[in-house]
Structure formats: structure tokens, C-alpha cells
């Protein structure tokens, strides 16, 4: 199984290093970081239709990075069933019927929960059972959290703002309102139309207007595709986000264009 893209220094010592992997419904993640911020590799594999467990299997036993022992392993679920709570409406019971009621019943799976201290809020979601027993057999002492988690502790600057990053076929988009956060969510697109309504609908359920609201785009978008040329019809104030300022990174990185890969270097800045 060929990932989409592989990119590794030379002689990465796994010893001093910190292995940060991304798992979720349609692919996998990981990118290496090591002593003094420097990020010397970044693999992702993506798929079609929903990852499975024979498929997560034959990445996490063959691919070679993945041999080796890291000082550190954070593990970032981005499974789409999440809900933001209040501290005070959590509890177990709660909690599953809360993603009952707004995902469907779904027997096979373990809910986690995940405190936001910036904004003091939960963040209540469910993985497939399957999928965590396979990442923690390879990985039993590996941190854990969502992905949504990680990206409400980016800076958020005074007005409106959204973030989009974009993988095959799905986006994450993260809404904030006058320096506040509104929505985060996972939605699954067809077109670039369809990704386009997405991200209007947002801004129109929060009364935030699309001309004004300052537009983030990360992850696997060309600026020379109809993905973008849709985005641009509605959204004036669009930026690429660029890598990390405070780390540095090996020269294969550095070839493909920042926005790529900033997200996976944010998240594991958040750690």
C-alpha cells in the first residue's frame, strides 16, 4: 500500500524524536518531529471509502517509520462524531445519548472525552472500537486526543475568521465570530460547489458575511483548481496558511507548498 505522499530526511534518529500519527475514516497521518522543533518526515495515506481495519493493519505493521521507537506518540483521532459540551451537562450516560440523538446509534465504538480548557467546554466524541484496539496494540503508551481539540487552541484574531482544511472528498471547518469560537465540523463534499455551500451555510447560520470573514485554507487544495475558483467566487479575504514560523523542517517539505501540510504541523505544536 503506496502512500500519497512520503517524505523523510536521511538517518532520523527515533530515539530523540516524537511521532505524531492522524487516524481517521479516510486515511492516516504521521509526521516526525525532532530535537528542536525540526520535523523531519510527513507520510499520509488516503482512501476512497472508509479506512478499514485489514487496511490500518498493513500500514501501521509495514510501513517502516513505524518500527521504530519514538520518545513520544501522540495519537490525533479525527473521526467526524463530536459534539462540544458544557462541564456541566457531561456525565457517561449523557454522553452517548448525546451522540445518539445527533449521529445514530452506534454500539461498536469508545467515547472519549477531551477538556478545552481555553474555552471550558468538552469535547465529547466516539471512535470504532476496532480502529482504537489497533492503534493502541501498535501504540499502548501513546497520548491521545481529537483533532477538533487541538485545533480550537490555534490563535484567533479580533472579527470573523474560518478555517478549512481540506482532505479527499471531506473538509474540517472551524468557524470563530469576533475572536469567538461558533462551530467546528466535518463535512463530506462531492464538487467544489457542494464544499463551497458548506462553508456559505456556516456563515450564513452564524450571520457572518462571506465577503468580510477572513478565509484560512490548509490541507490538499491547488490554487490553480476549481475547488479554489468556487471558494473565490464568495470569499474575498483568502490565505493559504504557511508553516509554522517557530520550527523547522527538512527540504523535502519545504518543495511541496506550505498550506499542504501547515495543519499537521499546527496540531502537533498544540500538544
Known sequence: MNPSFNIQAQGIYTGSAQLFVEAGPLGISFVIMNTGK??????????PEQMSETQLKEILQNNELLQHQYLKTHIFWTWPES????????????????????????KKSVIK?????????????????????CVEAKFPYAAQSHQYSLLVNRKMNEG????????TNH?????????????????EYNSPEDAAYHLLNACRSFEILPGQVHLHISGLIDERSGLYEALYKYFLNVEFDKL????????GIKDHPAHFFSHLFYQASCV
Open 160 to 167: 470573523d475568521e474560518l478555517f478549512v482544511v481540506f482532505y
Open 38 to 47: 525540526f520535523f523531519q518526515a510527513v507520510v499520509i495515506y488516503s482512501f
Open 113 to 133: 472525552n477531551d477538556f478545552l480548557y481555553q474555552h471550558s467546554l468538552h469535547n465529547v466524541y466516539r471512535i470504532p472500537e476496532v480502529i482504537r484496539n
Open 83 to 106: 459534539i462540544l459540551m458544557p462541564p456541566e451537562l457531561v456525565n457517561e450516560e449523557s454522553n452517548a445519548e448525546m451522540l445518539n440523538l445527533v449521529y445514530g446509534d452506534e
Open 244 to 251: 509554522p514560523g517557530d520550527q523547522s523542517y527538512t527540504e
Open 171 to 187: 473538509l474540517i471547518m472551524m468557524l470563530c465570530k469576533d475572536g469567538r469560537l461558533q462551530v467546528i465540523q466535518n463535512f
